[in-house]
Structure formats: C-alpha cells, structure tokens
C-alpha cells in the first residue's frame, strides 16, 4: 500500500489484517531480547517434530499474511508448497 502512494514513505510499519489496518511497533533491542528468550524457552518446551516461527509471514486466509513475533502453528495440512491450513497459536506482539 506504501509502494501505491497510500501511504507517506515515512509511515511506520503497517499490517491490515481482517481489513483493520494495524500500526507496528519498530523492532528495538528490548523487544528482540525477549524475541529470542521465548523462542528459545519454546523451542525446549515442545515436541521436537513441532516448530516455532519467528518473524516469519503467516498465511491465515486469503487475504491476511501478518507477520507474527512467534507461531507455534498447529500439525500442517498441506494445500500447497506454500500454504499451511490450522489455526495456529500466535501472540502479535511482545
């Protein structure tokens, strides 16, 4: 939307998800810390045939890809090479 002139260059980051148009927060040192520590506290915690996603597109439907902290997704069904059918398990934000 920024590349068609919707938005200032200078605007933040933006997502519109479910047609709502979502304001994202820089990714600052604090913010990655605590990325990372999740990450790793999530990684130890499950099944090693399960996967956590970080900062990573997700295709919910259609329309939204947002671009979650962390997914910890539900078992893949496969559509397609790039499509992942569940509902995962996501935080927006830390």
């Given at each position: 939307?920024?590349?068609?002139g919707?938005?200032?260059?200078?605007?933040?980051?933006?997502?519109?998800?479910?047609?709502?148009?979502?304001?994202?927060?820089?990714?600052?040192?604090?913010?990655?810390?605590?990325?990372?520590?999740?990450?790793?506290?999530?990684?130890?915690?499950?099944?090693?045939?399960?996967?956590?996603?970080?900062?990573?597109?997700?295709?919910?439907?259609?329309?939204?890809?947002?671009?979650?902290?962390?997914?910890?997704?539900?078992?893949?069904?496969?559509?397609?090479?790039?499509?992942?059918?569940?509902?995962?398990?996501?935080?927006?934000?830390?």
């Amino acid at each position: 939307m920024a590349d068609a002139g919707v938005f200032d260059s200078d605007r933040r980051r933006m997502e519109l998800v479910g047609g709502h148009l979502y304001e994202m927060p820089p990714i600052g040192t604090p913010h990655l810390i605590v990325v990372t520590r999740l990450q790793r506290l999530f990684e130890r915690a499950i099944d090693e045939d399960l996967r956590v996603l970080v900062q990573q597109p997700l295709i919910v439907d259609q329309f939204d890809e947002p671009q979650p902290d962390l997914v910890h997704p539900a078992p893949p069904t496969r559509k397609s090479e790039t499509e992942v059918t569940g509902l995962p398990c996501c935080h927006r934000g830390v």
